[in-house]
């Protein structure tokens, strides 16, 4: 008996998956391409497993970026890893052969947890920000103009000392953010978790993603900031102010920035539960909808067949951009 109700649902559930897998349509001929692609004039791209696998272009990439340039479409670049700023990505993108990408048009989330600490939470300019993450957070900070602590200092790079004047709480710090880093020690970890205790928990808590992992280079997962995010907010038992992808706040900021018309613009990512998600919640492309999962980077083809939340579920999906331009011409 109990095997039967437990069975029978999950058979409808079954079903409705499948048929719901359907709803993404794949892109695999030339007139599927040139009809997808004419309905946008904003391209949005995530770069880890969409544009790069760390340190190596995805094949192809370089030149559908300059083939949609050519056709006069407008594109920004949003990316969950804060690990670096905008003017690191503008040289990484130089350095990796694409042409023309301004640091106008690139929002890592180094930049939107800067921007929310002014725009949103009016933490005032000039005060101490505490960091548990890479420099890119500290290069951002400083820009908007805020002083980054702990980050990268090196003084926290040896072992754990219970006596560091750094466990001792500086009341000129005002906030804290938290993203990837790969200096992750515990001496690091505690002072961080001091300052999100302090004044009864009230300093404002940023969490610069909530990706679980990143594509590596040789098929590799390697963790993300959002496992650091998420262990500091169980650790201290509060919530963090999410200020990457699927944020439908950053989404808007970054229509309005760059001008895009929200009906007219394109998600392109290669993670469900951010990419993907703030394309549609985000309701971009108007009716026809405005997301395409590539399979470049983190998630596969399975993936599409076990979506739980509508949400999550892209409206298009190919194999790389590189196959949407051999498809193109
Ligand atoms: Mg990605």
């Known amino acids: 008996m109990t095997l039967?109700?437990?069975?029978q649902p999950n058979k409808l559930i079954y079903k409705v998956t499948e048929n719901m897998t359907r709803m993404s349509k794949s892109i695999s001929t030339k007139e599927e391409a040139l009809a997808f692609i004419e309905q946008y004039d904003h391209f949005l791209f995530d770069c880890d497993g969409v544009i790069w696998l760390d340190t190596v272009a995805i094949p192809g990439v370089v030149k559908f970026i300059e083939w949609l340039q050519e056709r006069g479409k407008t594109m920004a670049f949003v990316t969950n890893n804060s690990s670096k700023s905008r003017n690191s990505y503008v040289k990484k993108f130089k350095e990796l052969g694409f042409k023309d990408i301004v640091k106008s048009a690139i929002y890592p989330t180094c930049y939107s947890a800067a921007l929310v600490l002014k725009e949103q939470l009016n933490v005032k300019q000039g005060s101490k920000v505490w960091v548990l993450g890479d420099i890119g957070i500290e290069e951002e900070l400083k820009e908007t103009g805020y002083i980054p602590v702990g980050g990268t200092d090196k003084n926290l790079d040896g072992g754990w000392d219970p006596n560091s004047p750094y466990l001792e709480v500086d009341p000129s710090v005002r906030a804290v953010v938290v993203g990837s880093t790969k200096e992750l020690n515990y001496m690091r970890t505690a002072v961080a978790v001091q300052y999100l205790l302090a004044e009864n928990k009230s300093l404002p808590f940023i969490g610069?993603?909530?990706?679980?992992?990143?594509?590596?280079?040789?098929?590799m997962i390697l963790p993300a900031g959002g496992s650091l995010v998420n262990l500091m907010s169980y650790t201290c038992q509060r919530d963090f102010i999410n200020v990457g992808k699927p944020s439908t706040l950053l989404l808007d900021t970054i229509l309005e920035d760059q001008n895009f018309d929200r009906k007219k613009t394109l998600m392109v990512g290669d993670t469900l539960y951010t990419d993907i998600k703030f394309g549609n919640d985000g309701k971009l492309g108007g009716h026809n909808g405005g997301s395409l999962l590539v399979l470049s980077g983190g998630s596969k083809l399975e993936d599409l067949d076990n979506i739980e939340d509508?949400?999550?579920?892209?409206?298009?999906?190919?194999?790389?951009?590189g196959h949407l331009l051999e498809l193109l011409e």
Do not use: F, H, V, W
């Not at 039967?4 to 069975?7: E, H, I, S, V």
């Not at 509508?310 to 951009?321: A, F, G, H, Q, V």
């Open 310 to 321: 509508d949400s999550t579920r892209p409206k298009y999906y190919i194999e790389s951009l």
């Open 208 to 219: 610069a993603n909530i990706d679980r992992t990143y594509p590596g280079p040789r098929g």
């Open 4 to 7: 039967l109700t437990k069975t």
